[in-house]
Structures are given as C-alpha cells and as structure tokens.
C-alpha cells in the first residue's frame, strides 16, 4: 500500500479575507505558507458573498459580513471561519456546526479598547463636553459649570460582566468610581464592585449605565422606554456592546423629554453597510449623544493583535487539526504530527459512529500512533494518527460512514 497524495498543497488552500483584516492576518498566513489570499476592504453581501466564498477553505470576517445558513449551503470546501473580532452573531453558528465548520475569534484582543473608550465618553458626558464642543464649533460659547460633574464618586452600573465589562470596572475604580454590576452568571467582582441581583436596581441606583452583554435573544431591546424611565434622572447611558440591545427610538425620547442627560452610542439595530453609506438615526439630532460608527475596537493594538490572533487559530487548524478555543466545535488541542499521517473525521453525534470508525482501523489491521476525541451535543471530532502507508485506506472508508459531515488527511 503507498501513500496517497490527498494532503492539500498549502497554495490551494484558498483565504477570502473580508472587511479590510489587519495586514498581521495575512502576514501571519503567508509566513506559515498560505499564500493563496483573497483580500478584501469591505464586507460582501448576497450573491456576491455566496459566489466569493463558493471555493474557499477559509474565510475571515469582521462584524459586517453575515454567514448565513445559504452561504455555508454553497461554500462546500469551508473548513473554517476565522471572525477578526469578539461578537460571532454575525455567522451561524449553528449552521457552521452543521456543516463541519470551525468558527473561531478573538475573545480579549479589542477588551481593552472598548474598555478605555467607554471611560473616555464617561467622563466627555459627565461634563457635557459633546453639547459644548457642537456649540464651539458653531460659533457658540457656552462656559458654565451648571450640569458639570467629576467622574469621582459616581456610581457606575455595568450591565454583563463578562471581559470588557470587567475591564471597565478596573478602570472605573481606579478613577474613584462606585461600580455595581448585574450578569445572568454570578461572577467574581474586581476591587470594590459588587453584583446586585436585578438589572431595575442598577438602573435605579447608578449616574452612568453601560452595556455590555452579547447579541442573544435575552438581550434583544432588553433596554427600552420601561428601563429609561427606571434610570435616574440626568443618568448617562452608554451602549458598545450590540445595536439590536436597546431600543434607539425609547432613547431619543428619553433624550428629548431630559430624562438622560447624555448617550454615547457605538452600535446600532441598522448599520450603514460601507463607509460610503449614509448613518441614519434619530439620535442625530441630539448634541449630547457621542455617535460613533462601531469603532469600540478599532485602534491600531486591538486590530494588529486581532489579526495575528485569529490567523494564528486558522493555521493551527489547517496545519494540525487543533480546534482549541473554537466557538462552536469540539475543542481538541493537538500534538504535531511529525512522521504520521493524520485523519480528522468530523461527524453528526450518533450512535454507532465510534465503533464504526475504530472498526475500520481494527479490519484493516492498521496501527493508531495517537487518537483523540471530543464531542460536543451535536456534532464529534475524532482525530486518529496513523502509518503513512494507511492514510488512504482509512480515509476513504471513513468517508464513507454515514453520519459522516467531512472528513480530511494531514502530513
Ligand atoms: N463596539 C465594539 O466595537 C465592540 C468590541 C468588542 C466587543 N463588543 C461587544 O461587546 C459585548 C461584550 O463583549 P465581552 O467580550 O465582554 O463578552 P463576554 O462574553 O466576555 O461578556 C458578556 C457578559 O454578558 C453576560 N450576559 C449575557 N446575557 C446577559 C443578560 N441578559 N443580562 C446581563 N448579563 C448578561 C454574560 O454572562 C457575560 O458575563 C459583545 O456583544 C461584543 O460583541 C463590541
Ligand atoms: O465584536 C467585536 O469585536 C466588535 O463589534 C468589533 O467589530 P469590528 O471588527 O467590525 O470593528
């Protein structure tokens, strides 16, 4: 038996890099010998995507770009989605799994940014410096201390206490602040900050409320005219985390009727899907809301790290199998595959598949160097390392198993 040539040459693994990715990504892929990248500025949508990715190993995205159940349908040789950011509700993930596709992304590379900025916009609306700097540049001079406050000793309500949310408690205290936090998870506070129990309390007892929960159902509009009205009056109201969390009408009015005294929004239901589109909101008529165009984790540090980080993790997996911190799919963190050959079968988790898969090995009489195994509710990913002489025997009758999703060799 000679071993087959079925290990993909790195120049056909194809990238479609979307949504201008820091130049650390394609750096990072070509110096690991992926050389085939198509790089793009921009988000895709429609038959555009679906025909870009038609042929792709791989594709990297921002928060732009949606992978919707149709493009996974028609992208038949995706391996894995490398999302360059922290949110992954623009991809589904469900259907990802369904196809054998690993989705991967950059947990705490921008934490920080979006950390720093919210403090930043803290402190510009504690002294009403949007309305004052529009005055200025109006020709308008209004200097006055009435409605202008220290960030010291203010209450800060966090909402989702997760990486970033953390964050802005560390720096927050570190001003001065009182920090008070709700999660649906009981988490470990930093410093002084305590969790309370309910998101009405927050919102009762805090200056400033910041969100920082994912894009879920339990989070859609979960701040609306109910939740403004229960903040306290003048409070400040922040939102970098999702646009479809809040209600943008419910806090116009609340800006309107003086309840707030200042928003700083990041993220809204409807974002203009290039630069060269128009930003259409109703907050647009308020000096005292800081609009800015989803840019909580643009700095030149988040996005190079990014870059790096979420290239690293698509290597890794297209060089030996390891799916270590994936989103959506079994986690195995492999050892490299030095003089073997190795076969990663990916499947529905059903019974029966296992014994299938060992029993080939077992009729064949082929010997495993190395197996390794994890299965998650749907989908499982055995990982078995075999003799170069009997890779192809194997694959092609692991092919072949029913339940099978995909199955590839490496060496
Ligand atoms: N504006 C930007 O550019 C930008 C950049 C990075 C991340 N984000 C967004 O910020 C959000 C938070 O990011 P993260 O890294 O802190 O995520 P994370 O997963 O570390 O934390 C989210 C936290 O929210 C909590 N949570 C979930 N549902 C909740 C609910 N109903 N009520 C209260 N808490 C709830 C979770 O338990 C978790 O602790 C994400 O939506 C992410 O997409 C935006
Ligand atoms: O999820 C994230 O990390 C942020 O929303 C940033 O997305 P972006 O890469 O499109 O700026």
Redesign the pocket.
Known sequence: MSAAKKSLDKSKIKFVLLEGVHQSAVDTLTSAGYTNIDYLPSALTGDELTERVKDAHFIGLRSRTQLTREVFEKAEKLIAVGCF???TNQVDLQAAQEYGVAVFNA?YS??RS?AELVIAEAILLLRGIPEKNAGCHRGEWLKSAAGSFEIRGKTLGL???????SQVSVLAESLGMRVIF????N?LPMGNASQIPTLDALLAKSDIVSL?????A??KN?IGAEQFAKMKKGAIFIN???GTVVDIDALAAALESGHLSGTAI??FPVEPKSNNDEFISPLRAFDNAILTP????STAEAQENIGLEVASKLVKYSDNGTTTSSVNFPEVALPSQNDVHRLLHVHRNEPGILVAINQIFSQNNINICGQYLQTNEKVGYVVVDVEAAYSEVALEQLRNIPGTIRCRVLF
């Open positions: 950011c922290i949110g947990p921008n934490t979006v909402v989702g206490y997760g990486s970033i949310g709700c999660d649906v998870v988490k920082h929960v994912p894009e879920i339990a989070t979960m970098a985390s999702r990041d993220v989803h840019i909580g984790g």
